[in-house]
């Protein structure tokens, strides 16, 4: 059965204290690598896809990297403003022309100042 | 564009109650998703639709009914209210070209509670 997790559950750092999330994923082949930012009372937003291992993209504080099994999202010097509930979600190759994302329950980070 | 649209933002239901949760978007996007996120457990697709007039069922179905009948709304109906479909659902689209993996836009989100 595909399937995604995420660790940790919760994570609290201080203002520039850089750390990395983690997604372990299990899917019969791999068509994506989702990941996105969800800020309390709003949907997800979108912030990275990744298709094969090796693959690495950044944007601002935030490096995302794909291995055969498991992502990671770096935060480096975080802000307060990063602080939000990510998401990872894996498209399987299984999944037909339909897109279907798998979610996982996500990370909720807070960033103190 | 205003991307993903969805209403209500909020809604109290009692249960047997009916009610629809409207999804439009504005983007001219082929698929389109309806998800319910519950605390701890992630976002389960409950429908989905790869076109005006075809549907399919996705993790969590039951309990509820979708109808696409333009490819700009995707509205989600619930017949019978019940307790254990308090959630807050969120719909989705994307252009759905064969063969790309696209990346999929979500709407605001509507919090549902029965009671």
């Known amino acids: 059965e595909d399937q995604v997790t995420q660790s940790p559950e919760a994570l609290r750092l201080q203002e520039g204290e850089s750390s990395s999330l983690n997604c372990s994923y299990t899917?019969?082949?791999?068509?994506?690598l989702f990941w996105y930012r969800q800020d309390p009372g709003k949907g997800p937003e979108f912030l990275f896809t990744?298709?094969?291992a090796g693959e690495e993209k950044e944007k601002e504080r935030l490096k995302a990297t794909l291995t055969k099994k498991e992502s990671f999202l770096h935060i480096t010097a975080p802000k307060p403003e990063d602080s939000a509930t990510y998401l990872c979600?894996?498209?399987?190759?299984?999944?037909?022309?339909?897109?279907?994302?798998?979610f996982g329950t996500g990370t909720l980070l807070a960033v103190q100042p | 564009n205003a991307g993903v649209t969805q209403t209500p933002k909020f809604r109290i239901l009692k249960i047997g109650q009916s009610m629809t949760l409207q999804c439009t978007q504005d983007?001219?996007?082929?698929?389109m998703y309806w998800y319910r996120q519950d605390p701890g457990m992630g976002l389960k697709l409950i429908y989905y639709?790869?076109?005006?007039?075809?549907?399919d069922k996705g993790e969590v179905p039951n309990g509820y009914n979708v109808s696409r009948s333009t490819t700009e709304d995707f509205p989600l109906r619930l017949e019978l209210a019940a307790p254990s479909q308090t959630s807050v659902y969120f719909c989705a689209s994307i252009p759905g070209l064969a063969g790309y993996t696209d990346t999929q836009y979500f709407g605001p989100g509507t919090r549902l509670t029965v009671l």
């Open positions: 899917v019969s082949g791999l068509r994506g």
């Open positions: 983007m001219n996007h082929n698929y």
């Open positions: 990744l298709y094969s």
């Open positions: 639709s790869v076109g005006a007039g075809i549907t």
């Open positions: 979600a894996v498209q399987a190759v299984g999944g037909g022309a339909t897109n279907k994302l798998i």
